[in-house]
């Protein structure tokens, strides 16, 4: 399965299952077909299964994940992939061994060289702008061209432009679409907006 069919990931923290739905509706309406809920919080499994079960035109998975457990556990509640900071050996192991789509995170080229000897294509770079942002990324393409990235962490409408604009880059993910405070505040329109937004400003970035 290919994970990176989307130029634009919302990453979604949810406190409440009861607001899962309408995130992801949110979003649906203005024209992004997937989220990522952080399995961080204790609402993560059941928002995940509402929205696998209630929206199902939007492909859902987990972020967040930091043991192999948790990504059995949200694939078996309707999660289509998982994703995770970074890569550690174990969790590397783990969940290569079960088969679900997996988009690691690295944010360093020795970390993005593991991730390619143990044959993943699809990687996340995390914490972006914090790991060297654009240039630190885009210094990957040379001796790691088989990897393609979704950059994550501190990306915004403004900066996103300039990653998806890397030749080694098909997505980024963030908060910034559905933050913590709007979701709070029921403000689906204002979801609405962003991602409409988004998907006006960056879908033509992408290759
Ligand atoms: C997360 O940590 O939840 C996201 O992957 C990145 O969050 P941010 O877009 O708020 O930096």
Known sequence: MTILTSPVIPAVVLEDPSRAVDVARALLDGGIGVVEVAARTSASLVSIERIATEVP???VGAGTITRTAQAVLAASVGAAFVASAGPTPALLDGILA???PYLPGCSTAGEAMELQERGLT???????????GPAYLGALEGPLPRLRFCATGGITLENAARYLALPNVDAVGGTWIAPADLIK????????????????QLSHRAA
């Open 185 to 200: 505040a029921h403000d689906w329109a204002t979801i609405t907006d962003n991602a409409r937004r988004a998907v006006q």
């Open 122 to 132: 699809e990687v996340r770079f995390f914490p972006a702008e914090a790991a060297g």
């Open 57 to 59: 035109d939007i492909v």
């Open 98 to 100: 079960t088969g679900i």
